[in-house]
């Protein structure tokens, strides 16, 4: 069992109180940000006079190798440690000697992990925020190639009025927009180094925080240091964040598996993104969009997870924290997956143009346009709403849609009615009618694609 803090104990401690303790298993994935936040610990350390030139070239040269050995395989990452920051400071210890045992001058374990999280965080909302930029090409590349592809809107799950792919496509656009934009708020207000902030009360060694904050990268250095040891507020932002672009993911899978049953048959799964049935050899599952509706709770999960862990944690760190990790990299990994898995799902994804419009039609969702049709020649909308409500009644009894159904039906509820009804309540009229700003009309739906474009481009 390697620890660096046994001069204090008198005795080993239990096998099972340190396996319960031990954080290695999964903050092993920290070995890289572990080792660049050592690096700029010592560069800094050196430009302060604590280490001399000879000691940082020794120390920095010999994290740089166990970094190379950690991922070329020539070195491997062992449950002999208790955790990652003892993997590296003993193998640095092993390798140069004297000089490593300086690497932990004015640092505690605190900051240390402190920062190694914080650039986990900001590693994995970059990639992150890549994965949400092919999600929304995805989308765009349908909007741009379905302006003119009708189909029904719905409310409560109800056929209401014609609106096109690409409209239907855009609500999403705007949903996975929202999703970058606060990831990119999170990353802005995380963007502050913890290292310097010692175990809670800072140092007494001379450290340049600002110096060692601009070597990583971060806007500059926490200014409480019991905050900057404790602080988990950006990992709550990115859970919720992720919980609330699982749930776009979710609402979008539900739509695709709604969309591939045989009661719609609006989309045709490519087989690539489907599974088939043990048994019944006619299926054709959606799994990809179920697992990701199902995965959504698993994300939840975590965040609640985590307000419970950190709710009642006085100041400052406490080992309770260590549990922000298995839940944070368990979210992080499983919306990666998602989003990458339903981009190729989508990408590939067939549009059935043909079925959507009849599907519009059938469902009455040009009534509304009907009705406005009586109402522009002076009926009162009230009594035009009841007229449209007899007529679809008749197209129910008759099984037809509303531009199936012959003039002299239309006359004998209304005289009113001529045979420019027809063009009226065609899918074209009633979708491109709709001109106002986010609208389906084509003139308003080739500015929105316009703007989408223009979105992606600034990215």
């Known amino acids: 069992m390697a620890q660096l803090w046994g001069g204090r104990f008198t005795k080993e401690t239990d096998q099972l109180v340190y396996q319960f303790n031990a954080s290695i298993s999964f903050d092993k994935r920290f070995y890289a940000q572990d080792i660049r936040g050592s690096i700029a610990h010592v560069m800094m350390l050196a430009r302060q006079g604590i280490l001399t030139d000879g000691e940082k070239e020794k120390i920095v040269e010999g994290l740089e190798g166990i970094l190379s050995d950690v991922e070329n395989g020539r070195l491997e990452i062992t449950d002999q440690y208790e955790d990652i920051h003892s993997f590296v400071e003993a193998t640095l210890i092993d390798r140069i000697g004297e000089p490593g045992k300086k690497l932990h ?54 056929k209401a ?8 496509m855009g609500a999403y656009f705007e949903m996975f927009s929202r999703d970058h934009e606060r990831l990119n708020d999170i990353y ?28 990583l990268g971060f806007n500059g250095p926490t200014r409480n240091s019991m905050d900057g040891v404790s ?53 054709k599952n959606p799994d990809i969009a179920e697992l990701v509706r199902g995965k959504t709770g698993r994300v939840y999960g975590a965040l609640q997870a985590l307000l419970v862990a950190m709710k009642g944690i006085p100041l ?16 992080v990994d499983t919306a990666k997956g998602c989003l990458a898995l339903f981009t190729g799902m989508l990408r590939t994804m067939h549009f059935k143009k043909e079925r959507m419009e009849e599907s519009a039609k059938h469902g009455f969702t040009n009534a509304t346009d009907a009705a406005d049709y009586l109402v522009n020649r002076g009926v009162a909308f009230r009594d035009a709403h009841g007229i449209v409500g007899r007529l679809v009644l008749l197209c129910i009894e008759k099984d037809v849609a509303l531009d199936e159904l ?17 063009e009226a309540i065609s899918m074209a009229a009633c979708v491109n009618k709709r001109i106002t700003a986010g609208a389906p009309g084509r003139a308003a739906m080739e500015a929105e694609i316009a703007a989408c474009r223009k979105y992606l481009g600034e990215y």
């Open 105 to 158: 001058t004015g640092r505690s374990r605190n900051d240390q992990v402190a920062l190694d999280m914080k650039l986990y965080a900001r590693d994995e909302v970059h990639i992150l925020n890549q994965l949400v930029k092919e999600l929304l090409e995805a989308i765009l590349a349908v909007m741009e190639e379905h302006v003119d592809t009708y189909m029904p809107g719905f409310t409560h799950l109800q």
């Open 231 to 283: 602080d988990r507020d950006y990992l709550l932002e990115i859970l919720s964040a992720l919980s609330i672009m699982m749930m776009h993911l979710s609402r979008f899978s539900e739509e695709v598996i709604i969309w591939n049953s045989n009661e719609y048959q609006f989309v045709e799964i490519d087989d690539a993104y489907s599974t088939g049935s043990s048994i019944m050899p006619q299926k």
């Open 188 to 215: 802005r207000r995380m963007d502050t180094c913890p290292l310097g902030s010692g175990a809670l009360a800072g140092t007494t060694y001379p450290l340049d925080r600002d110096y060692t904050a601009g070597l």
């Open 316 to 331: 400052a760190y406490n080992k309770d924290m260590q549990e922000d990790k298995e839940w944070s990299f368990d979210a």
């Open 161 to 168: 009025q014609p609106v096109t792919l690409a409209h239907h």
């Open 406 to 422: 012959p003039l002299e039906e239309y006359r004998k509820i209304s005289p009113v009615f001529e045979e420019d009804i027809y």
